[in-house]
């Protein structure tokens, strides 16, 4: 076998296993799309049902509109509150992430720069985000109720810009250790005083780095569930709690509706991932390229 026909089988397998892991990846999101459009009696259907004959906006209507296509179903018209959720999930996830990839990044810069925390303390810091939520939730649960935080919007914000901190840390640091200090000796020679360096010659360098950093803990916030359930009741009730409600004593087991929430999810994360995609690529490999 010649060089160049050894090279082509490489391809050829490559792409082929490539081509296989795609379409496992991709098939449990065809499933949760297929299974938001199927009527209820395709949802526990033997064999499977793989795309309705019969497909049906009941599941989206009654999610997201409050009302049933078909009024001979079996089931009630939901009484969950899905906008609500997409609100505060909005809210906590955009907030807490800003400030944890604000924050994170000065500290990071003080970190590479001026060695403000040694590598011992800066494995303690993540050290942090590794301790299992349950072992938190239950003490947190009971300060939260003394101070008033319980199910509240500022209590979960609190929380996750804490959980995700170090996260940002670690994550912006590898993209400032990548910043040549000349940039900045140069930048002081003509006149400009640290806090213009951090903010017009750094941070803009790693800008790409700072948005990869920030899609990653959104989705981290995004999608967390065991603490919001245990500090939100009513008020702070996010997309995954509410989410799980479609799966229970009020509702039943209904998986077109639990999917039809679940598009509504997934919607919010790739419309960001889409707006900021030419970022993403530099960003995720900008602080492993070593000169």
Known sequence: MTKSQKQNLDNVIRYTLLTVWLLIVLFPLFWIVATSFKPDKDWLAWPPVYWSEEPTMSNYNNVWGGAMEHAETQYAQSVQKPFTALRNSTIISFISTFLSVSFGAFIAYGVSRYKVLSETRMFQLLMLRMVPPIVLVGPLSLYYTTIGLIDSLTGLIAIYFITTLPYAVWMTKSFIDEVPIELEQAAE????????????????????????????????????????????????????????????????????????????????????????RKHLARGFSFGMIRK
């Open 189 to 276: 020679i003509m006149g400009a005083n640290r806090w213009t360096i951090i903010t017009e010659v750094v941070f803009p360098v790693i800008r790409s780095g700072l948005l990869a950093t920030f899609l990653f803990i959104l989705i981290l916030t995004w999608s967390e569930y065991l603490v919001a359930f245990i500090l939100s009741k009513t008020d702070a009730v996010t997309l995954p709690v509410e989410l799980a409600k479609y799966e229970g004593s009020s509702e039943g087991r209904v998986y077109g509706r639990q999917a039809a929430l679940s598009v509504g999810i997934t919607i919010p994360l790739i419309i960001v991932g889409i707006t900021i």
